[in-house]
C-alpha cells in the first residue's frame, strides 16, 4: 500500500519527508489557502522538487480546459511521470480523465462518494481513484463499505487503477485501509505521528533503555559530578545548609587528613533530633558516632550498584576511587 502525506504545510512536508519511505505528497487548493499561500505556481514548483510524486489540482468547467490547466502546470518545469492531476468526479472530469491518459499523463479522481462515480472514473482509465472516507462518515455514510466496493470492483474487473483511501481523520483510519486492501492511503503528519506510538512499546523501550544503561555505564560516568564533602568540625545546622546547597539528602564527613568518618544523611538528623532535640544542631559531625559507610567504587558499573541499592534500601550510596571519596550515587541516577 502507497503511503502518500496530505499537507501543504511546508515544515510539514520537510518533516514528513525525512522518515525516506514516503511515496508522494497529495495536496489541495483549500490546503494551500489555509497556509495563507498566494504564490500557487511557485508553491508547486518547490513542492515537486522536495517530494517523489506530487499530486495537485487540475481545475476548468470543460474537460478541455482541465486538459489545458494541466499542461500549462507542467509547462512551469514539472515531471509528468512524477505529478498526478487531481480532478473532481463530474462528467466533464471523467471525460477529461480519459484525456489526460490518452495523452500518458497521471490523474487522480477525486471526491468521489458513490460506486457509481468511482466506476466512471476506473473506466475512463484514471490512476487513482479517491473516495473521502472522513467526509463520507461525517455525513452518516458507511464509508469503509464504499471503499471495499472500490476495491473489489478493481480487482474483479481488473481496471489498471488504485483505489486511494483519504480524509483520514485518525489512526483507526489506517487500520481500516489495511483491513480492506486499498492500494493507497494519503494521511495527514499528525496521524502519521502517531502510528508507531504504542504505550506497550514505550515502556519495553524504556526498560531496555534502562537495562542497556546498567550494564555499560559506570558509576563514576552516572553521578551528577558534585561531591557533597564537610569537615568533621562542622556543626549539624551548617551541615544541613550545606545538604541543601549539594542537592543530597546525605553527605560526607572526612577528617582532616580527607579520610572518611562516615556518612550523615537526612534520616539520621530526624532521629537526633527526636532524641536530643534541636539542641543537637550546635553539636559537630565529627562528635557523632558513624557505621561503615555504604560505598561503591567509581569504576564498577551500574549493575553492582543497583544491587546494592537493592541490598541495602538506601536512596544514596557513597561513591570511592583509590579509597578517596568523589561523590555520591542517587538512586535516581541509575535511571540516567
Known sequence: MELYLDSANLKEIEEGFKLGFLNGLTTTPTFMQKEGITDIDGTIVK????????????LGNTAEEVLAEAERQLALGLDPKKTVFKIPVSLEGVRACKLLRDKGYL???HLVYTLQQAYMAMHA??????????????QGHDALALVQQCVDAVDLYGYDT?????SV???EHVRNAINVGVHTITVPLKVMKQLTENNFTTLGTEQFIVD???MTVRVKEAINGVNPLVKADTNIAEAIVKMTEFGFGAITVVNADGSVKGVFTDGDLRRYITKDGRDVLNKKLGDLTYGAPISIDANVLLNEAGAL??????????????????????IQDMKG
Open 107 to 109: 490523474v487522480n479522481v
Open 47 to 58: 513542492l515537486s522538487k522536495m517530494v517523489p510524486v506530487l499530486q495537485i489540482e487540475a
Open 309 to 330: 541499592f537493592k541490598k541495602t534500601n538506601v536512596d544514596t550510596i557513597l561513591v570511592t576511587e583509590n579509597g578517596k571519596p568523589t561523590g555520591m550515587l542517587d
Open 212 to 214: 542497556t544503561r546498567l
Open 169 to 171: 481523520r485518525h489512526t
Open 162 to 166: 488504485k483505489i486511494m483511501f483519504s
Open 125 to 138: 482509465g484514471a490512476t487513482y481513484v479517491c473516495p473521502l472516507v472522513g467526509r463520507l462518515q461525517d
